[in-house]
């Protein structure tokens, strides 16, 4: 196996430490828009709205990152990481690269 375990473990991390501080920053965006009609007309409260759902969207798509990392670590402990989960060749170093939680090689993705 060509792949260097221990960058691997610091490019999770780093993921890791850059999803939980996105989330945290974006945290305000994700509150219930209140209704004060004195303060935010219709429409901007449609946007609100709208921003608010994007908001949303991008953390169910962080947590689901944050999960692809477990998953990663866990191959890792178990000697899998960098092999595909469906054909079981190796995974190119420059897909793991890219992305640290690959569990499928190019062809198989």
């Not at 999803?19 to 219930?32: F, K, V």
């Not at 866990?74 to 569990?103: F, H, K, T, V």
Request: proline residues 1%.
């Amino acid at each position: 196996m060509v792949t260097d375990l221990e960058k691997a473990r610091q490019r999770l991390a780093a993921k890791r430490d850059e999803l939980e501080e996105l989330s945290r920053i974006s945290q305000g965006a994700r509150a219930t828009v209140e209704l004060d009609q004195q303060s935010v007309g219709r429409l901007s409260r449609m946007d609100a709205m709208q921003q608010q759902a994007m908001a949303e969207a991008q953390e169910r798509n962080r947590k689901r990152d944050l999960i692809r990392i477990e998953q990663a670590e866990r191959r890792i402990r178990e000697g899998e990481y960098g092999y595909c989960s469906e054909c079981g060749e190796e995974i190119a170093d420059g897909r793991l690269a890219i992305d640290p939680m690959a569990e499928k090689c190019v062809n198989c993705a």
